[in-house]
Protein backbone atom coordinates (compact mmCIF):
# COMPACT_ATOMS: atom_id res chain seq x y z
CA UNK A 1 0.00 0.00 0.00
CA UNK A 2 1.34 3.60 -0.93
CA UNK A 3 1.93 5.39 2.12
CA UNK A 4 2.68 9.25 0.61
CA UNK A 5 4.38 10.54 -2.64
CA UNK A 6 6.46 13.44 -3.19
CA UNK A 7 7.86 15.51 -5.87
CA UNK A 8 10.94 18.24 -6.18
CA UNK A 9 12.27 20.72 -8.76
CA UNK A 10 15.21 22.74 -8.52
CA UNK A 11 16.98 24.91 -10.59
CA UNK A 12 20.72 23.68 -10.42
CA UNK A 13 21.56 26.94 -10.44
CA UNK A 14 20.67 27.68 -7.24
CA UNK A 15 21.78 25.00 -5.30
CA UNK A 16 25.35 25.86 -7.20
CA UNK A 17 25.46 28.99 -5.24
CA UNK A 18 24.14 27.63 -2.47
CA UNK A 19 26.86 25.07 -1.95
CA UNK A 20 29.39 27.69 -2.29
CA UNK A 21 28.39 28.66 1.54
CA UNK A 22 30.27 25.74 3.60
CA UNK A 23 26.99 26.59 6.22
CA UNK A 24 24.77 25.74 3.64
CA UNK A 25 26.60 22.36 3.03
CA UNK A 26 26.88 21.23 6.90
CA UNK A 27 23.15 22.21 7.67
CA UNK A 28 21.81 20.15 4.43
CA UNK A 29 23.78 17.85 3.40
CA UNK A 30 25.12 14.36 5.48
CA UNK A 31 29.03 14.16 5.61
CA UNK A 32 29.03 11.40 3.38
CA UNK A 33 27.01 13.31 1.13
CA UNK A 34 28.95 15.99 1.06
CA UNK A 35 32.29 13.60 0.36
CA UNK A 36 30.02 12.92 -2.52
CA UNK A 37 29.27 16.42 -4.04
CA UNK A 38 33.20 17.65 -3.23
CA UNK A 39 34.57 14.68 -5.08
CA UNK A 40 33.02 15.77 -8.46
CA UNK A 41 33.76 18.43 -10.67
CA UNK A 42 32.41 21.44 -11.92
CA UNK A 43 29.00 21.29 -13.13
CA UNK A 44 28.55 17.99 -11.93
CA UNK A 45 29.46 18.78 -8.64
CA UNK A 46 25.89 20.76 -8.89
CA UNK A 47 23.86 18.52 -10.34
CA UNK A 48 24.42 16.18 -7.99
CA UNK A 49 24.08 18.26 -4.91
CA UNK A 50 21.16 19.43 -6.63
CA UNK A 51 19.84 15.98 -7.13
CA UNK A 52 20.14 14.84 -3.72
CA UNK A 53 18.71 18.59 -2.71
CA UNK A 54 15.35 17.67 -4.55
CA UNK A 55 15.46 13.92 -3.08
CA UNK A 56 15.70 14.85 0.67
CA UNK A 57 12.68 17.57 -0.61
CA UNK A 58 10.33 14.57 -2.09
CA UNK A 59 10.47 12.56 0.56
CA UNK A 60 9.83 15.27 2.86
CA UNK A 61 6.55 15.45 1.16
CA UNK A 62 6.00 11.80 0.66
CA UNK A 63 6.09 12.17 3.98
CA UNK A 64 2.99 14.72 4.88
CA UNK A 65 5.34 16.85 7.24
CA UNK A 66 7.50 18.74 5.08
CA UNK A 67 10.54 19.32 7.23
CA UNK A 68 8.55 19.57 10.06
CA UNK A 69 10.12 17.49 13.52
CA UNK A 70 13.28 17.04 11.23
CA UNK A 71 16.38 18.58 9.17
CA UNK A 72 17.55 17.98 5.45
CA UNK A 73 20.13 15.62 7.09
CA UNK A 74 18.00 13.59 8.20
CA UNK A 75 17.62 12.29 5.01
CA UNK A 76 20.30 10.45 3.36
CA UNK A 77 20.28 10.68 -0.74
CA UNK A 78 23.03 8.66 -2.13
CA UNK A 79 23.88 6.03 -4.67
CA UNK A 80 23.30 2.11 -3.97
CA UNK A 81 25.90 -0.51 -4.96
CA UNK A 82 24.01 -0.18 -8.36
CA UNK A 83 24.56 3.89 -8.64
CA UNK A 84 20.87 4.43 -8.13
CA UNK A 85 19.08 6.29 -5.35
CA UNK A 86 18.76 5.48 -2.49
CA UNK A 87 17.43 7.70 0.73
CA UNK A 88 17.97 6.24 4.01
CA UNK A 89 16.40 7.93 7.08
CA UNK A 90 16.93 8.75 10.33
CA UNK A 91 16.14 10.99 13.61
CA UNK A 92 12.56 12.72 12.92
CA UNK A 93 12.12 11.61 9.42
CA UNK A 94 12.58 7.56 10.40
CA UNK A 95 10.55 8.58 13.28
CA UNK A 96 7.54 9.94 10.84
CA UNK A 97 7.81 7.20 8.26
CA UNK A 98 7.09 4.43 10.91
CA UNK A 99 4.36 6.25 12.33
CA UNK A 100 2.99 6.35 8.54
CA UNK A 101 3.25 2.43 8.36
CA UNK A 102 1.68 1.79 11.59
CA UNK A 103 4.07 -0.62 13.03
CA UNK A 104 4.56 -2.62 10.09
CA UNK A 105 7.49 -2.36 7.29
CA UNK A 106 8.10 -0.33 5.06
CA UNK A 107 10.19 0.94 1.77
CA UNK A 108 11.24 4.37 0.01
CA UNK A 109 11.70 4.45 -3.66
CA UNK A 110 13.60 7.53 -5.01
CA UNK A 111 14.03 8.60 -8.49
CA UNK A 112 16.14 11.42 -9.34
CA UNK A 113 16.76 12.99 -13.36
CA UNK A 114 18.69 16.21 -14.23
CA UNK A 115 17.30 18.16 -17.61
CA UNK A 116 17.71 21.70 -19.13
CA UNK A 117 19.62 23.02 -16.16
CA UNK A 118 16.98 21.46 -13.24
CA UNK A 119 16.89 18.72 -10.84
CA UNK A 120 13.64 16.63 -10.24
CA UNK A 121 13.21 13.58 -7.98
CA UNK A 122 10.43 11.70 -6.80
CA UNK A 123 9.72 9.59 -3.50
CA UNK A 124 7.21 6.67 -2.54
CA UNK A 125 6.89 5.35 0.32
CA UNK A 126 5.22 1.90 0.85
CA UNK A 127 3.90 -0.81 2.78
CA UNK A 128 6.27 -4.17 2.15
CA UNK A 129 3.61 -6.43 4.32
Known sequence: MILGIGLDLCRIERIARAIERPRFLERVYTPAERARIESADGQRRAEIAAGMFAAKEAVAKALGTGFAGFFADAVE?????????????????????????????????VSITHEAGLAAATAIIETTN
Not at 87 to 106: D, T, V
Open 77 to 109: ALPDEAGCPHCALKGGALERARALAGGQSFRLW
